[in-house]
């Protein structure tokens, strides 16, 4: 049983570690795109959102895909896909996207923006830090608390 104080803090921590991760790696993709200085007209192919919570009650949350398709100055074409667009692109509008040479199937059609980019990316990364915290004092807390009631 006191097995269960410590497996299930280490989870959640190992999530919120590939949360952590996967925040950064977009970042850094959506930065390399932007700092390239490449850039293409893109059609946008396609608009649908997905939907999740509401079970009970919880919130709903929608988020809004895009799916865009553009050539590279080499000629090769790429679809790509991208969450949290503006609600203003609709399917067939023409938008600018920005990509990396070494990898275009990672643009972005988000305008150049670091600041905001940085912050959304910060505040993620400090509220994984908190639910690391505080997953590592509860281990911390039941391991004393086990300690005390053995001896």
């Known amino acids: 049983m006191e097995e269960l104080f410590y497996i299930a803090p280490l989870l959640i921590i190992a999530v919120v570690v590939l949360g952590a991760v996967s925040v950064i790696r977009r970042s850094r993709q959506v930065n390399s795109a932007w700092s390239s200085g490449l850039t293409a007209e893109a059609r946008c192919l396609r608009t649908y959102t997905t939907t999740s919570g509401g079970a009970g009650d919880t919130m709903v949350s929608t988020t809004l895909h895009h799916v865009y398709e553009f050539t590279t100055r080499e000629g090769?074409?790429?679809?790509?896909?991208?969450?949290?667009?503006?609600?203003t692109t609709l399917e067939g509008d023409i938008v600018t996207v920005y990509y990396a040479a070494d990898h275009p199937e990672r643009a972005t059609a988000h305008a150049p923006s670091r600041g905001k980019l940085a912050a959304g990316a910060g505040c993620a990364l400090v509220f994984f830090g908190v639910i690391v915290t505080f997953c590592v004092v509860?281990?911390?807390?039941?391991?004393?608390?086990?300690?005390?009631m053995g001896s």
Request: glycine share 8%; charged share 30%.
């Open 138 to 148: 509860f281990i911390l807390v039941a391991h004393k608390m086990f300690d005390f």
């Open 76 to 87: 090769r074409t790429v679809r790509f896909e991208e969450r949290n667009g503006p609600g």
